[in-house]
């Protein structure tokens, strides 16, 4: 059904099958479960951290039972390949969100910079409430306070590509999550 190999190459490094896409559409399956609960009965602005986080806002929403507005910005920390810059890029704010349930879904939440700097910004909007879906989350590289209530997987410091997360845009295309080999 899927092209999901076991490992793959890109720029000569390997990396090899960490996750399946089965697991993690069974581990999105319950955090979107875990969100209709929490918001039932309200509706929810859904912000969606490009490019990395859409594979995940795709399959996440296929799960929610709730009224959803989606929303987009663009939040980037990482220069080429895997090195942070060191500063966030966040693209235009003009989201209207004054008293709406913000649930901003990001790919991965790694040292916490973008997430930190990205829901500072977001609460000049003055939304009701703001709360971070992360498919991944590497709690040991955390160097900025950020609370994720809804996390797919805790992770190391390896570095994964796929399902959205690339090495210097590359690997994005796969739907299972591969693991730096090398």
């Known amino acids: 059904m899927y092209y999901e190999p076991d490992s793959i190459e890109i720029n000569n490094r390997k ?11 069974a581990r999105v399956e319950e955090l979107a479960k875990k969100i ?3 918001y039932a009965g309200q509706t929810l ?5 490009l490019t990395g ?9 296929k799960f929610l039972t709730l009224d959803v507005r989606v929303r987009t910005i663009s939040a980037k920390s990482y220069g ?13 704010n003009d989201l209207k969100l004054l008293g ?14 973008t997430m930190h700097t990205l829901t500072a ?14 498919l991944f989350l590497k709690p040991k590289k955390l160097e900025f306070p950020v609370v994720a209530k809804y996390v797919g997987f805790e ?11 690339d090495y210097d845009e590359q690997g994005r295309q796969y739907p299972a999550i591969y693991c730096l080999a090398d």
Not at 100 to 113: A, K, P, T, W, Y
Request: glycine share 8%.
């Open 121 to 134: 910004k977001l609460r000049r909007n003055n939304p009701k409430s703001i709360e971070i879906a992360a």
């Open 100 to 113: 709406e349930n913000v649930l901003i879904v990001e790919d991965i939440v790694d040292s916490g910079r």
């Open 36 to 38: 209709n609960r929490d």
């Open 80 to 92: 080429a390949a895997m090195e942070s810059s060191g500063k966030v890029n966040i693209g235009r």
């Open 155 to 165: 992770i190391g410091p390896e570095f994964v590509v796929g399902f959205g997360l």
């Open 53 to 61: 986080a859409m594979p995940f806002a795709t399959e996440l929403m």
């Open 45 to 49: 602005e859904i912000v969606v951290v």
């Open 15 to 25: 990396f090899e099958k960490l996750y399946s896409f089965e697991i993690l559409q």
